[in-house]
């Protein structure tokens, strides 16, 4: 799989019914998770967690609910994603882009099996990098 770059939107309530317009537009396939499925409960549950596409033209499309507590605003509805299973790579990019700026999320071992951390760099842009592990 090696590494991949591709934008991840964000949306206050509306994820489920961007992913399936961008599909519609772009074809191709797409998986959603809810809050709920990865355990939270009251009136954000059933917002997105985490929705993917992939198209057949190769594009990888990501979008999200913003967590409960948190609010759209310009500037925070879209940051870029680093994915795949070189983890010498993407850890080398993690510690680079954190280490001049701001660590959001320390880069360890998240409850879907994969190690995940997220950071903004010294311009203001927040990057998540999650390496995928064997399983």
Not at 25 to 30: A, I
Not at 35 to 45: L, T
Not at 91 to 118: C, I, N
Request: hydrophobic letters at 35%.
């Amino acid at each position: 799989m090696g590494v991949t770059l591709n934008p991840y939107l964000h949306f206050d309530g509306e994820a489920a019914q961007a992913i399936a317009f961008y599909a519609d537009v772009l074809g191709g396939e797409t998986s959603v998770m809810t809050f709920a499925q990865m355990g939270m409960e009251g009136p954000d549950a059933e917002k997105v967690m985490h929705g993917q596409l992939e198209t057949p033209h190769g594009i990888t499309l990501m979008v999200s609910d913003m967590p409960p507590g948190s609010t759209r605003e310009r500037g925070n509805d879209i940051t870029v994603s680093l994915s795949g299973d070189d983890e010498p790579a993407l850890r080398g990019f993690y510690e680079k882009l954190s280490a001049s700026g701001e660590v959001g999320t320390p880069l360890e071992k998240q409850m879907w099996g994969d190690l995940y951390g997220d950071c903004t760099d010294r311009f203001g842009i927040r990057w998540l990098v999650n390496i995928a592990q064997p399983g």
